[in-house]
């Protein structure tokens, strides 16, 4: 029988705010094997990390923990004390963040940050640490260590920080890595990289490796076994093929159930229609500013000659990793930015460039739905004024008690209730807000919707009801959306054609179904090659 | 009656106040806010005190002729209310509650003796006979007399209110906690009973080398500060929220044109050039005697061109704040849904970036109150600061100088500033902080 490296027993958390107590993590108990990798997946906010941070014992001075027994090895984790845990942590078990660009200081060199760890847990001479470095640096494949042992963190991409971060966290040579979400920041294909590498490291060192995330598909393609978290519980401990084959609990089949399909794509390839919208040779770029005058000293090409049509009443995704121009795409579109080159064709005129009472005119037609439910909406103004806003700007035509009853009627037609207008924003959740910022663009009644990743930021139940919820209003107002998104999942759910975005250009475009199932360009089969599927066995 | 400039405007100010108060009385949105900031028991308290430093401000800002009184003949309604505080002027320093001058002189005795040591003050426990015996008693007496006749005050005056409010009681719209409110007036009311009492017997500050009672000086400097810290911010204000915000949203020339000019204005050392201005207005003042009919409406004027310099110099720093915050506002996600929407550029300053940085306003205003009370000390240090006539604690910290130097130390006017500035700063400081959480609704989640 192999040893457990991680026994858990009984754990929980609870949250003392000024006037109430919330349980974040409520009696959870798992063991970790040795060099096995562990899955715990849950939604946000289910006490994942907490729980993580509780082993560690790292919890907010608000927090306060209590359970049977954290054996780690032989020590009981929740009795040891704190000098003995500063010997652990960081040697014994290592931690990585989902945000690397955190949780390394820019003002220190990445070598440096890594020696640091080095000398904490080791005696070791300075040419040794040195030596040490490279090897931790080349095992986690930095080219050319030697050159990059001195460079700061900003002049790394993410996907390399996020390696730097692996690297200083197996300086410890610990038994248990903890992975909270250690993808989540990161590209597909560049994720895709990370965990195999995460899973040749493991296999090399032979450690145990403790994956959390709220990627169902990512961890089923990762682990051994998988521990499914509700709301501060854990309803599902098994293995991870019998988890993914025969889920017992009803939330793990709805998990699963939730879980976007790639291979769920509109089959019919009916894409003609009459034409809303043509991009013609779009070109976006940033002037580059140096010197004590600002001058203009370069451009740099965000988007780089776009040519796109779209249907009414269909849907284009665009698709592509971030930095690649899609959403300075979108706000050039809206007009949000300058320096917009090429025809935008709306009903065959040219709205690119158009400036004042023209421009307010046009608003109408062409609306957004943000990312980021959170900062997309006013926090000092009630969600009957934020849904009334284009109302009253774009028809000043209509009273205020009419005004009233409209935005009770789009509250309802997003799935919230009437009430809900004399309310602030931070009382909704997430998914809530999103439905908020629906009404918000749906009021002006407009004939395309520009969908920025409206769903990254929500969880997998959540998210699929925003999907379905903007494939019902799609149907009844017979609009287009352009959805931006960096899901190939997601894309197969809603869209009828594809664009696939590489630095300002698009690679690729055609039928959804045409796309995912026969992809010409290389860029889109590695991009199709990277996205974490359900494979079991 | 006779109305000096920072009269006028701090009336003006109070009317605004008023009357904007009176429009947005029935206002859905304000309900909840006022509501927590009445249930904020240290707001509550900070309330009363500040209203009471107002309410001395006000008084004294009222004047009127009075002949045959004070070299000018014009009085404030709070010196008419006060008389007796400043007519009992002594010879020079007296310590707080003392019957003697704190400096040894010859005394001349009844029997035509001179001899040398302390003597008797003229006002001060004058009805003592003998103040080494009597006066701990007669202190005590004092101040128990007078907590009485505030307390009894107290009790009829809330008889009175108690058989109105009964008639009223359904018009009350606030969650006010009552008896908690009414305890905190009845312990202000008691114990300034107590003190008015105990201060036409005694100098219950002591008083400074000319004697006069620095218990005067301390109160009618009250409203040399609230004139400065408020028509400063109010000439600030308009200032730095118009162009800070401007410069953020336009970016561009706009705020190439704002940025070089406050840097411009920073880069000059600010004592210079508020020194420089005031010499011009003195020299003005030398220069047009027959404008200046009296050595009240001179200092008055020159109180009012110290807020106006204050003002255009202190812009700058709550300007730089909100050019950084409204270059972050501009680019969330609300702000761009605004403009796709179709808001002009003038709603939405006033709707998604005015109320986002109303936080820092207030909070840099609080502490600029401060800050501006202590810049009046500093510039009457070097003689640019408010008239040496006008009483101020700048003027009365300055002076400290020359008495901390002195031996046996003249503690007593420094101490005095000190503590009633610090009274101001703090209760307005508590009472900020409250309205400002109060108006966060990111706050109000647990209500």
Known sequence: MTKRVLSVQGLSVQFQTDNEKVLVVDDISFDILESE???????????????????????????????????????????????????????????????????????????????????????????????????????????????????????????????????????????????????????????????????SIQRQVGMSLWLISHD???????????????????????????????????????????????????????????????????????????????????????????????????????????????????????????????????????????????????????????QDPFSSMNPRMLVGQIIGEGLRSLHPEISSQQRKVEVATLLQQVGLSA???????????????????????????????????????LDVSVQEKIILLLKSLQQQYEMSYLFITHDLAVVSEIADELAVMYEGKVVEYGPVYQLLNDPRQPYTQQLLKAVPKISVG | MIILWTDALIYLLLTTAMVSGFFLRN?????????????????????????????IGLLDSLHFKAEGQRASGIISVLDYCTQPLWQQTEKTYSAPFSAYLYSKAYITQANGFQSWGFPRLKFGGSHLLNPEIEKTADVLIKLIVGLSKGFVFCISWVGLRALCLAKKAGQIRLQVRPGFMGITIII???????????????????????????????????????????????????????????????????????????TTLNSIPSVLLIAASILMVQIYMVNHPELFTNLESRADLRLLFLCLILGVTSWTGLCRMLRAETLKLREMGYVQAAKVLGVRPIGILFQHILPNVMHIILISVVLDFSALVLAEAVLSYINVGVDPSTYSWGNMINGARLEMAREPVVWWPLIAAFVFMFILVLTANLFADAVRDAFDPRRNQHD
Not at chain 1, 99 to 115: E, Y
Not at chain 1, 423 to 446: D, K, M, N, T, W
């Open chain 1, 419 to 457: 009430e809900c207008a004399t309310r602030y924003p931070h009382e909704f959740s997430g998914g809530q807000r999103q439905r908020i910022c629906i009404a918000r663009a749906l009021a002006v009644r407009p004939k395309l919707i520009i969908c920025d990743e409206p769903t990254s930021a």
């Open chain 2, 27 to 55: 206002y859905e949105g304000l309900k909840r806010p006022l509501n927590k900031i009445a249930a904020n028991k240290s707001a509550m308290v900070s309330m009363i005190i500040l209203l009471f430093f107002v309410a």
């Open chain 2, 188 to 262: 202000v009311v008691v114990g300034l009973s107590g003190i008015i009492e105990l201060s036409t017997y005694y100098h219950i500050l002591g008083t400074d080398k000319v004697g006069e009672d620095v218990f005067y000086q301390t109160i009618k400097s009250i409203r040399t500060g609230l004139v400065i810290g408020s028509l400063t911010t109010f000439i600030m204000l308009p200032l730095a929220v118009v162009f800070g915000i401007l410069a953020g949203f336009y970016r561009g020339w706009v705020d190439d044109l704002i940025q070089y000019s406050y």
């Open chain 1, 216 to 370: 169902l598909a990512l961890v089923s393609s990762m682990v051994d076994r998988v521990a499914v978290m509700k709301k501060g519980r854990i309803v599902e401990v098994a293995e991870t093929q019998q988890l993914f084959t025969y889920p017992e609990h009803a939330y793990t089949q709805k998990l699963l159930a939730a879980l976007p399909s790639i291979d769920s794509c509109r089959e019919e390839a009916n894409v003609t229609g009459d034409i809303l919208l043509e991009l013609k040779n779009i070109r976006i770029s940033y002037p580059v500013r140096k010197g004590i005058f600002n001058r203009i000293v370069s451009h740099h090409q965000a988007v780089d000659g776009v040519n796109l049509t779209l249907h009414a009443g269909k849907t284009l995704a665009l698709v592509g990793e971030s930095g690649c121009g899609k959403t300075t795409l979108a706000k050039g579109l809206l007009n949000l930015i300058e320096n917009v080159e090429g025809h935008i064709m709306w009903a065959g005129q040219n709205i690119n460039g158009l400036q004042g009472e023209p421009l307010r005119q046009m608003r109408s037609n062409i609306q957004i739905i943000f």
């Open chain 1, 37 to 199: 990798t562990f899955g715990l997946v849950g939604e946000s906010g289910s006490g994942k990390s907490i729980s993580a941070l509780a082993i560690l014992r790292l919890l907010p001075r608000s927090a306060k923990m209590s359970g049977k027994h954290v054996f780690f090895k032989e020590k009981d984790l929740l009795t040891l004390p704190e000098t003995s845990m500063c010997q652990i942590r960081g040697r014994r078990i290592a931690m990585i963040f989902q945000d690397p660009m955190i949780a390394l200081n820019p003002v220190k060199s990445i070598g440096h940050q890594i020696s640091e760890v080095i000398k904490i847990h080791f005696e070791l001479s300075s040419s040794e640490i040195q030596s040490r470095v490279l090897t931790l640096l080349r095992q986690v494949e930095i080219p050319s260590p030697e050159s990059r042992i001195g460079d700061y963190p900003h002049q790394f991409s993410g996907g390399q920080l996020q390696r730097v971060m692996i690297a200083a966290a197996l300086a410890g040579e610990p038994d248990l890595l903890i992975a909270d979400e250690p993808t989540t920041a990161l590209d597909v294909t560049i994720q895709a990289q990370i965990l195999t590498l995460l899973k």
